[in-house]
Nanobody
Framework: QVQLAESGGGLVQAGGSLRLSCAAS?????????MAWFRQAPGKEREFISR??????YYADSVKGRFTMSSNYAGDTVYLQMNTLKPEDTAVYYC???????????????WGQGTQVTVSS
């Protein structure tokens, strides 16, 4: 069992930066799980942003070059560094874990509660 908790959301102006964190509990490290970030804007479906597995990252085209996903040395926290934020990045951001390497929300068994990111123009 994995419990995930996101933090670091907030209000930022367009062009600014935020760093989201996702801490795991119940299982000390992410181990063999693929970790991912998703986001959901009002009235829209949940959207894949990035994933990290075995040190390799993969990003959605919408955030490539602006967002960076990483983990700490202990393997119990993942981060999402978001630069050059745009108003269209406004959404609730979720951290998730899956035993499979996937960008599909249905493959993710564990989810955090989400953190709101609002980018003003």
């Amino acid at each position: 069992q994995v419990q995930l908790a996101e933090s670091g959301g907030g209000l930022v102006q367009a062009g600014g930066s935020l760093r989201l964190s996702c801490a795991a509990s119940g299982r000390s490290t992410f181990g063999s799980y693929c970790m991912a970030w998703f986001r959901q804007a009002p009235g829209k479906e949940r959207e894949f942003i990035s994933r990290l597995f075995a040190g390799r990252t993969y990003y959605a085209d919408s955030v490539k070059g602006r967002f960076t996903m990483s983990s700490n040395y202990a393997g119990d926290t993942v981060y999402l560094q978001m630069n050059t934020l745009k108003p269209e990045d406004t959404a609730v951001y979720y951290c998730a874990a899956s035993p499979l390497v996937s960008s599909d929300t249905s493959r993710y068994n564990y989810w955090g509660q989400g953190t709101q990111v609002t980018v003003s123009s």
